[in-house]
């Protein structure tokens, strides 16, 4: 199992081999640490993935992906591979258990033009009511 970082510094578990890039979108495979409902407000938020990192073994960054902050679906995986051990002979043996899936993609340019225009009129209205 490892561990990812997300862009407001929060840590969370994921499972083996539990984050996949295609293209404009993230599969990420967590631990189920956390209900659904606290991982779907978790990656709700897009300032939370604008930047989520992959750490290594040792904590440090292994990969980092950017710019998936569009989240699609949150479910809850049964009886699926979490981890892995070695048996006697040294293979590897899967282990199952619950994981939260969290589904998220990239906004395209014009999804990404009206948020930053949408940013732009509430800072012009905050300036003109004085706030």
Do not use: C, W
């Not at 409902?37 to 440090?60: C, H, P, Q, W």
């Amino acid at each position: 199992m490892g561990k990812i970082k997300l862009s407001n510094e929060q840590e969370l578990s994921i499972i083996a081999d539990g984050i996949q890039a295609a293209g404009d979108s993230l599969t990420i495979s967590l631990t189920a640490d956390k209900t659904i409902a606290e991982y779907d407000e978790i990656f709700s938020e897009a300032m939370n993935t604008k930047k989520i990192t992959v750490l290594d073994s040792a904590g440090e960054p292994f990969m980092i992906h950017s710019g998936y902050t569009k989240l699609q679906s949150v479910e809850k995986l049964y009886d699926t591979t979490v981890d892995y051990k070695e048996d006697e002979d040294g293979n590897k043996v899967p282990v199952t258990g619950t994981a939260i899936r969290a589904s998220l993609i990239r906004p395209d340019k014009t999804e990404q033009r009206i948020a930053s225009l949408e940013d732009t009129v509430d800072t012009l209205t905050m300036e003109i009511m004085g706030l």
